[in-house]
């Protein structure tokens, strides 16, 4: 039986096996059927790190996960905080034709991945769950994040660079809200031949400050800081 959500969405058209993972140590597999049940299972280089299974409900286009059975597979490894990586609840983001699954507290951290252009991605590896084979769906715009989200969806990238140090992990850069930075949008930093993520930790109209999200990471002043990896359109 469908559970109908927001807007006449449906269970059935959110089924389907999701991934997100780096296809080595981290890879997170979910199936949704559309009948309310789930199957969720974290896999890495030492087999299987933990499982759940449950029913799985939509309202307002907001996947709600109860787990009727979790458990953990250990392998000499002891993973610790693996509760944290099983889904609990999951937004419905539509990008064009592709399905992506986002939870809460990271839809600022999936916009700077459109922004930064790592989504959307062209292959099945990836920081978000997209639905199976939807990496081979072209997209156009943007993709429909909650509207208290959108302002973090840039329409342009934004270049800057570091003018003046507060410490090595964290600096001023010369674009601010102006330019449309907000507070918690994630920014790359380039020095030759790496980059490095930081976090944009408070806004003005004409300069920004920026924090590392590494701690070996270091800031120079002149550094280039942009919402854009290099070679991204």
């Known amino acids: 039986m469908a559970v109908a959500g927001v ?7 959110v089924a389907g ?8 140590g981290s890879n997170n597999a979910l199936k949704i059927d559309d009948d309310g049940s789930f199957n969720y299972g974290l896999s890495g280089c030492l087999g299987t790190y933990a499982t759940s299974q449950g029913k799985v409900t939509l309202q307002e286009g907001v996947l709600h996960f109860d ?14 905080g693996y509760e944290d990586v099983i889904p ?8 064009g034709k592709r399905t992506y699954l986002i939870p809460p507290q ?8 459109s922004n ?11 920081e978000f769950y997209l639905r199976e084979d939807d990496e081979h769906l072209k997209v156009d715009g943007k993709p429909t994040v909650p509207e208290g989200y959108r302002k973090y969806l840039l329409d342009s990238p934004v270049h800057s660079e570091v003018i003046e140090l507060v410490s090595d992990q964290e600096a001023w850069i010369n674009k601010g809200s102006a330019e449309g930075l907000l507070i918690g949008m994630e920014l790359i930093a380039f020095e030759h031949p790496l ?21 070996d990471s270091k800031f120079r002043e002149g550094q280039l800081v942009s919402s854009r990896f290099a070679g991204k359109r």
């Open 7 to 13: 807007f006449g969405m449906e269970l059935k058209e």
């Open 17 to 24: 096996k999701y991934y997100f993972g780096d296809g080595m």
């Open 67 to 80: 787990p009727e059975e979790k458990a953990k597979e250990k392998s000499h490894l002891e993973l610790e």
């Open 88 to 95: 609990t609840v999951l937004r419905v983001v539509y990008w």
């Open 106 to 113: 990271k839809m600022i951290a999936f916009c700077s991945s």
């Open 116 to 126: 930064q252009g790592r989504e959307p991605r062209d292959g099945a590896h990836g």
């Open 195 to 215: 980059r490095f993520p930081v976090v944009v930790i408070e806004v003005e109209q004409e300069r920004s400050r920026v924090q590392c999200v590494w701690k």
